[in-house]
Structures are given as C-alpha cells and as structure tokens.
C-alpha cells in the first residue's frame, strides 16, 4: 500500500518536472498579429533572442525569464509568425553562454494565413440594399412644411372661389327670387308664403341699394321707411300685406311697376352697381 | 290713429299720457316703458337685464303709480322662501285656527328685483304662478289678481352667488329686455333733474329727496282703460303674411347650424302678442314687419341657444338673429 502511493507521487512529480513544451497560451495566431506564451520551462541554461533579419518567416521576444530550479529557466514569450506554416521557436533562439539547444524538443507554433495562397483579393460582393433617405430630419420637415403651406393656399383659394361663387349666386338668387314674385304679384297669383317671400326680398334689395347691411334690422326698416325712395314703396308694400283688406286700394301694378321690367340680370346689375356706389 | 276706431284712439291717449307721465320721473328708456306697456296689455311677463343704476325700479313704481295698480317689490335673496311670496297660513292664536296671509304676490305689478339671487325652488314657485295665475296655500287654491304682471330684474355682471334661470324658465318670460346706458344727452337731462332734488323736512330732521319722492300726481289712468287698452291689442289685425314672416323666423332659429336650442311655439305665440300690442302703442290697427324686427330680440334671444363652437368662435346670439332678420324670405341655407 505504502509502495503504491509512493509510486504515485513519483508519477505525478515526474509530470509536473516536465522540461518543455509546458507554456500556455496560443501556438496558433494569425500572421502578422502577436501571440503571448507563458510559463515556458526550457532546461538548461538562460536562453536569448537570436538577431534575425527582415525576411525571417517568424520573431520572438522574451518579455520575462526567470530561474526555475536547478539547470532550468522558465520564459513569458512573445511570438509573432510572417508566412503561414509551422515554425520551430526554439530555432530562434540560442543560449547566452553559446552553447547548443539540440537536447530541446521543437516549440513549434503555427502561423495561419487569412489570405488565399494566391494572395489575390477578391472583393466582397456588394449586396443590394436599399437607399438610405437623402438628407436627414430637417430636410424631411421641410418637405413636410413646403406640402402644408401648398395644401394651406389650395384650400384657401378653394374657399375664397366658394365664397366668390356664393356671393355670385346670392346676388343673382336675390334677384331671380324677385322677378318671377313680382309677376306673379301683378297677376293676383301670389300665395301667402310667396307674398311674404316677396316683400322680405324687396325690403333686402332696398337694404343692399342704401347700403344698410352693416345696420341693425330694426334701424335699417326704419331708416329704410323714412327714405324718399324706398319709404313710400315699402309703406304701400305694407298697406297692401298688412292692412285689412278693403281698407286700402293699393294698385300693386303700379307699387311693383319699378321691379317688373327688370330682368334678372338687370336686377344683378343694379344691385352690383349699387353695391360698388 | 290711422284708421283706428274711437276706442283705439282713446287708448293711444291713455298711453300718450302713461308715456309722459313715466318720461318726467325716468329719462331715456322710452324703449323700456314701450316693453313694460306691451307686456302689460298682452299679460305677459318682462325680465329686464341691465347693470344696477338703469333706473330699473323707479320705472316700475313709476309705471304702477301712473295706471293706479297695485305695486309690490321682492328683494330676492338666497335665503328667501316660496312662502315669502306665495304667502302662507300662519295659527291665529285668538281663534286657535290656522288663516291665510297671502304674499307679495297678490298685487297687480310685481316687482322680482334680482331674480338670479333666489335659489331655483323660489324662482320655481313664482314662475308657476306667473304661468298658472294662481297660487295654492296649504289647500286652497288664490286666483292673482288682474291684471298681473311680473317684472323681474337680473343683473348679468354679477355672477357669484346667483342662480341661473334655466331656458324652460326664461321661456315664461314673454320678453327678456337688455338696457343700455343712457345716452349722453339723457345722461346730461339726468344729472340735470337730480340736482333738483331739494331736501324734504320730516319728523324733526330732513331727508334728501330722491327720483321716488316726484311720484306724487294722481295717476292718468285707471285699470279700465288698462282693459280697453287689452282689448284694443286684441283687435288689432295681423294678416297672413305677417305670420307667414314670424312662423319663417321661427324655424329659421330651429335650424341655423349654430343654434342648439331654438324657439319654441310659445315664441311665436309671443311675437304675435307683443306686435299686436307695438302696433297699437304705434298708432296702427294691423302689425307690420317692423313690429317684427323692433321685438325679436328681446322676444327670441333667450330662447335661443347657441353651439358651444358658435360660442367659442366669438358669436353672439344677438348677430345670429340679426343674420336670421336679414335672411327673411330667402331660402333657408343659402
């Protein structure tokens, strides 16, 4: 039992004496790019860098070295590789007393090309994609803004074309409302609803000949009944309307007589010419 | 009176004389008496709205005291109950049995100054007996006397503390009048009047007399020729057509895109009424459009309620009736 475990630990020990090739760290790197190895233990004496020149297909550096027991150095080294393949470090190094490091095993690292072998790049091929957005925000709420200000005075000029054209078709509705009364009323053929229809059109055509819109209704009838013009007809107007009847003669031919040979258009004139007096 | 039988023009004497006789006390609110005397021939109520100092008062004591009616004024507060109205039936300890004592209401003019201040149950209970025309006080049932006419003020600055009458109520009111400051002339007539005011000796002391003091003269009419004045208004002719523009006006307010709330029959009815009553007061046996025009305002605008996008777009209701006026016979919607 006691011969086992003493074998055992001689195992072990052994192991752990191991002389080389005990570093840590990566033996494979890309070309060109360094790699660190630690806890190198190489037997013998101290060893040193060799001095290499330009076209060495690998370097190495010995950042640390320290004594590691009798006859042995451990290394902290630094390898870098130039052309892809294997490479011996133990090649590129020597003894400092000179004397020779064929009892070492290889410290063989490998150095790995990205490129291909026949060295000639080939492009990655672009891939389709969509364009980005020309200009950024800015731009963006420019052209926001300028569709805006565009849709604004569209919509303006529609409603200001609407307004032209209602105004248009008041005037002329005023006075096409008017004339077909009118005629109706020197025929006796008016009903009530027509008749007032008929008066409150003639007291509106005064209210627009005198420029009385801006008064209020109850100013505008009364100055309209105190006119030299509109006074007696709007009085007659409201003997023949409102007054019972046989109280009055009222001729309506001659009351309405003013109104009756205009044409509807006469009837637009006159109130535009009107208007712009 | 044009054309007027002798009734007619005795009554527009007997107004003549009411006008004068209410023109030496208040200056420049012939308008107001005009409303005053419409809503006394056709038995209708006035609201007058108006800031304090219009004088409101005075031409309602005024009014009262030149047709020898009866005059009775109500402070209306927030504390003030039905029954301080309405009267109420109060234990006579002599008889040990409960007697009636009738309110403030039992008169011929009544007087509700500040109507908004009385919380809505009061203002419920008189205008329930301004529309029914009498009054029941534990279980009996009063009839007011006639004529009655409820003249009510509100003030539209003062807002705290008031109570807003609803439209339902508002339309009991046959016209809601809006005064306005005097003008300059009859501010300067005004002035003038009061600095005539002496001092009046009383008791051992003195008191300065006020506008109140003048309304001393009998009064130029009596309550019959207040009837003969109420049936000439109901002789007056209205014709067809001039109906035809008040039931257009009507509708008009029913369906203008910014009014909500448009007028009910009752406004028809009272347009109706009210011109008769303008055109009599104008010397006229038949109403014309411009009774119309005169009275819509204060006959149509408080039963008129307006969009709150109308509102808010800075309308008022008074420009909306006037576009309603000025649209008369028109087709509606152009």
């Not at chain 2, 207040?226 to 006006?249: G, Q, Y």
Request: proline fraction near 5%.
């Amino acid at each position: 039992m006691l011969r086992a475990f003493a074998t055992l630990c001689l195992v072990f020990l052994t192991m752990t004496a191991s002389p080389a090739q005990t570093g840590r760290g990566p033996r494979e790197s890309t070309i060109g790019l360094p790699a660190v190895l630690e806890d190198v233990r190489l037997a013998g004496s101290e060893l040193e860098a060799r001095k290499m020149d330009d076209l060495a297909p690998a370097t190495v550096r010995i950042i640390e070295a320290w004594p590691d027991g009798e006859n042995q150095w451990r290394y902290k080294l630094e390898w870098r590789a130039f052309t892809p393949g294997e490479h011996d470090l133990l090649q590129l190094l020597r003894r400092k007393d000179g004397s020779s490091t064929s009892e070492l095993a290889p410290l063989v690292v490998t150095g790995t090309a990205v490129l291909t072998e026949s060295g000639v790049v080939k492009p990655t091929a672009p891939q389709a994609t969509q364009l980005g957005s020309t200009g950024g925000y800015r731009l963006m709420l420019w052209v926001l803004g300028g569709a805006w200000l565009v849709g604004l005075v569209l919509i303006v000029r529609a409603l200001r074309s609407q307004r032209v054209q209602a105004q248009a078709a008041r005037s002329i509705s005023l006075a096409e409302r008017l004339r077909p009364l009118v005629e109706r009323a020197a025929r006796g053929e008016l009903d009530q609803r027509a008749t007032a229809q008929l008066e409150a059109a003639l007291v509106a055509l005064w209210r627009k000949r005198l420029q009385l819109e801006t008064q209020d209704p109850t100013t505008c009838i009364l100055q309209l009944k105190a006119h030299a013009e509109a006074g007696p007809l709007l009085r007659g107007l409201e003997q023949w309307l409102h007054a019972p009847q046989g109280r009055t003669q009222v001729d309506v031919n001659a009351l309405l007589a003013p109104y009756a040979h205009l044409s509807a258009e006469e009837f637009g004139a006159l109130l535009e010419a009107e208007s712009k007096r | 009176m044009h054309n007027a039988p002798t009734s007619a023009r005795d009554t527009q004497a007997f107004v003549n004389g009411v006008r004068e006789r209410v023109g030496t006390v208040v200056v420049g609110q012939d308008i107001v008496v005009e409303r005053l005397l419409i809503a006394l021939f056709t038995g209708g109520h006035v609201l007058l709205q108006g800031v304090p100092g219009l004088a409101k008062t005075l031409l309602v004591s005024a009014l009262s005291r030149t047709i020898d009616l009866d005059f009775a004024r109500v402070q209306f507060t927030i504390d003030l109950l039905p029954a301080d109205i309405l009267g109420q039936e109060v234990l006579d300890q002599r008889t040990n049995e409960f007697r009636v004592r009738k309110g403030p209401i039992f008169t011929n003019l009544l007087l509700a100054d500040e109507i908004n201040r009385a919380a809505p149950k009061v203002q419920g209970a008189l205008l329930e007996a301004m529309q029914e025309r009498k009054v029941t006080i534990g279980s009996e049932t009063f009839k007011l006397p006639a004529p009655f006419l409820v003249i009510a003020t509100q003030n539209p600055v003062e807002q705290a503390g008031t109570f807003e009458l609803p439209e339902a109520q508002l339309d009991r009111f046959m016209l809601v009048h809006r005064l306005n400051y005097p003008r300059r002339e009859d501010e300067r007539e005004i002035l003038l009047r009061n600095s005539r005011l002496g001092v009046q000796r009383s008791d051992k002391g003195a008191i300065v007399q006020t506008e109140f003091d003048v309304l001393k003269q009998a009064p130029v009419g009596s309550s019959e020729d207040l009837v003969a004045a109420m049936e000439a208004v109901n002789r007056v002719h209205v014709s067809e057509t001039f109906v035809e523009h008040i039931v257009d006006l009507i509708d008009r307010s029913r369906h203008h895109p910014e009014v909500e709330l448009g007028c009910s029959p009752r406004a028809g009815i009272s347009l109706v009424k009210s011109s008769r009553a303008r055109a009599l007061l104008h010397g006229r046996d038949y109403c014309v459009p411009e009774d119309l025009y005169a009275l819509a305002e204060d006959v149509m605008l408080h039963r008129m309620r307006l969009k709150y996008e109308a509102i808010a777009s800075g309308r008022t209701g008074k420009q909306v009736l006037h576009e309603m006026l000025k649209a008369l016979g028109a087709p509606q919607g152009a």
